[in-house]
C-alpha cells in the first residue's frame, strides 16, 4: 500500500531506560485521572468546588501524556493513540463530575446498576474508578447505544477461560494479518508514493485516472473495514487479556469493540454501529449540555440534531487532528477536521433521501432492509469515504513517506515467507486450522470452553 519501510532500529539500552522513566511517569499521570474523579463521585457531593478544580487538573495530566507518549515508543499508531487516551477521559470526567445528572454521586451509581450500596470506601473508588475508563459505560444504565454482544460461541454465561482463550486465539490471527501487511509493504515499489499519495491529490476528482480512483476505493475500504479495525481491535483484545486474566475485570465488561461490517450500510450505521464506540458517550454528553442546558436550543428539532452531529465530529476531527501532530503534521494539515466534519453534511444528504425514499415506497424505519436496499447503501457509505477519507489519509501518509504507522515486536513472515503466512491467516490443514475455531465451530467451542471454566472452579475451590 505504501512504499518500502525501513524498520526502526533496536532501541539501545540508555533509550530503555528513558523509556521506561517515561513510562513510569505516564503510569502515574494516568493513575491521577483515574483515581482522583473516582474519589471526587464518592467522597464529594454535587457542584462541590473540588469537582471544578479537578478538571484543569485533569487536562494538565492529558497535556503531559500527549507530550510524554511519543518517548515510549516507535510505534506511532499505538503511541497516537496513547496520547489521545488522555485527552478523552479528560472530557469524559468533566460529564461524570459536572454534567451526569449534575454531577454524578456514589448514590447515583448504586441506583444505575454501577456500584453496590453496602460496598466500604475502597470498593467504592474501584468501582468509580472502573467508571472512569468505561467510555463505553457497559453494563450500567449508561450504556451506549448498539453495543455489539459476546459472541454466541461464548454462551450465554461468559466464561473467564473461554473468554481468555478466544481472545488470544483471535489476537494471533490479528497479529498474522498485521505482520503479513508489514510482508507486503516492503515490496512496495517507492515510486508509488508519489503516483497515489501526491501533493494535492487528495483533492483531486474528476482528473484522477481509472486505476488511481481503483486505489483510493480500495485503499478507504481497506482501511476501514480491515486494517484500521485489526489495529484498534487487536489493542482492545490485549488489553482484556492483561484485565481479564489478572482478575481486575470481569469478561463482560469487555464487549467486543467493533459491530457487525453488515451493519454499515448508512452513514449513520457505519459510526453509530459498525465503528467503535469510544468517543460516542464522552463527547455527546458535552455537545448535549452546550446546547441544552447552556444555549437552550429547541428539541426535537432538526436544527439541534444537526449542530449536535456537527460539534460531536469537530470534536473527533480536533481529537485526531491533535494525534496528527505525531506525525509531524499540523491540525489543519492533517485534514482530520475537514473529514470527521464532513460527516455531519453527509447525514443531512443522507437522512433527506431516505425520508424521500420512504414518502415514495410508504416504508418506516421499522420495516426490513432489503438486500439491494443494503447493497445501495454500502455503495453510498463507501463513496462517501472514498471523496473524504484521502483528506485525511494523503497527509498522513507523505508525512509518513512509506514507513507504516505501526510496527511489530517480532516478525513471523521473516521465517515462514507471505505463502506461510496466507496458510496460518485461512487455516488450512497444514497451518494452524485451530486458529479459526471459535468462528468455524461455536457449539464445540462453547462446548469444550464450558468444560474448562468448571475445571477452573474446581482448581479455585
Not at 506511532?76 to 468533566?94: D, E, P, Q, R
Request: with cysteine; hydrophobic share 45%; proline share 5%.
Amino acid at each position: 500500500m505504501t512504499a518500502a519501510p525501513t524498520y526502526p532500529i533496536m532501541i539501545t539500552t540508555p533509550e530503555k531506560a528513558v523509556a521506561l522513566d517515561t513510562l513510569t511517569v505516564v503510569l502515574g499521570l494516568f493513575g491521577v485521572q483515574i483515581l482522583l474523579p473516582a474519589v471526587l463521585i464518592v467522597a464529594t457531593p454535587k457542584r462541590s468546588i473540588l469537582r471544578f478544580l479537578a478538571i484543569p487538573c485533569l487536562g494538565y495530566a492529558a497535556y503531559q501524556v500527549f507530550e510524554l507518549a511519543p518517548a515510549l515508543s516507535k510505534n506511532l499508531f499505538h503511541v497516537s493513540f496513547l496520547s489521545c487516551v488522555g485527552l478523552l477521559i479528560t472530557a469524559h470526567c468533566i460529564n461524570l463530575l459536572l454534567i451526569l445528572n449534575g454531577g454524578l454521586t456514589w448514590s447515583d451509581m448504586v441506583r444505575n446498576r454501577a456500584g453496590a450500596a453496602s460496598a466500604d470506601f475502597f470498593s467504592k473508588v474501584i468501582s468509580a474508578a472502573r467508571l472512569v475508563v468505561s467510555l463505553r459505560g457497559v453494563n450500567t444504565a449508561w450504556e451506549t447505544k448498539n453495543l455489539p454482544q459476546h459472541p454466541g460461541s461464548l454462551g450465554k454465561q461468559t466464561g473467564r477461560a473461554s473468554f481468555l482463550l478466544r481472545q488470544a486465539a483471535t489476537l494471533l490471527w490479528q497479529y498474522l494479518f498485521l505482520d503479513l501487511l508489514l510482508e507486503s509493504a516492503r515490496h512496495e515499489p517507492p515510486e508509488n508514493m508519489a503516483k497515489y499519495f501526491g501533493q494535492g491529490m487528495e483533492f483531486e476528482y474528476f482528473s484522477l485516472s481509472r486505476e488511481k480512483w481503483v486505489h483510493r476505493v480500495f485503499a478507504t475500504f481497506f482501511t476501514w473495514f480491515a486494517v484500521g479495525r485489526v489495529l484498534l481491535d487487536s489493542s482492545w483484545r490485549a488489553s482484556s487479556l492483561i484485565f481479564v486474566g489478572l482478575g481486575i475485570d470481569r469478561p463482560e465488561n469487555w464487549r467486543p469493540l467493533f459491530g457487525s461490517v453488515w451493519e454499515a450500510y448508512t452513514l449513520r450505521n457505519f459510526w453509530g454501529k459498525y465503528w467503535h464506540q469510544l468517543l460516542r458517550w464522552p463527547f455527546t454528553s458535552n455537545t448535549n449540555f452546550l446546547l441544552r442546558q447552556v444555549l437552550h436550543f429547541p428539541r426535537p428539532t432538526a436544527l439541534e440534531r444537526y449542530t449536535n452531529n456537527f460539534l460531536v465530529f469537530l470534536l473527533s476531527g480536533l481529537l485526531h487532528a491533535k494525534a496528527a501532530r505525531l506525525f509531524g503534521l499540523s491540525m489543519v494539515e492533517s485534514g482530520a477536521i475537514q473529514f470527521f466534519t464532513s460527516f455531519a453534511l453527509g447525514y443531512i444528504i443522507e437522512d433527506i433521501v431516505q425520508a424521500i425514499y420512504q414518502k415514495i415506497t410508504r416504508k418506516s424505519d421499522k420495516d426490513k432492509t432489503a438486500v439491494w436496499e443494503k447493497l445501495a447503501g454500502f455503495t453510498w457509505v463507501l463513496f462517501w469515504l472514498s471523496i473524504t477519507y484521502p483528506w485525511y489519509l494523503y497527509p498522513s501518509q507523505r508525512a509518513l513517506n512509506g514507513t507504516p504507522a505501526w510496527t511489530l515486536p517480532y516478525h513471523i513472515a521473516d521465517k515462514l515467507g507471505s505463502e506461510g503466512m496466507l496458510g496460518l491467516l485461512v487455516g488450512d490443514d497444514r497451518n494452524g486450522k485451530h486458529i479459526l475455531v471459535a468462528d468455524k465451530e461455536p457449539a464445540k467451542w462453547s462446548a469444550q470452553n464450558n468444560q474448562m471454566d468448571n475445571w477452573i472452579k474446581t482448581r479455585e475451590l
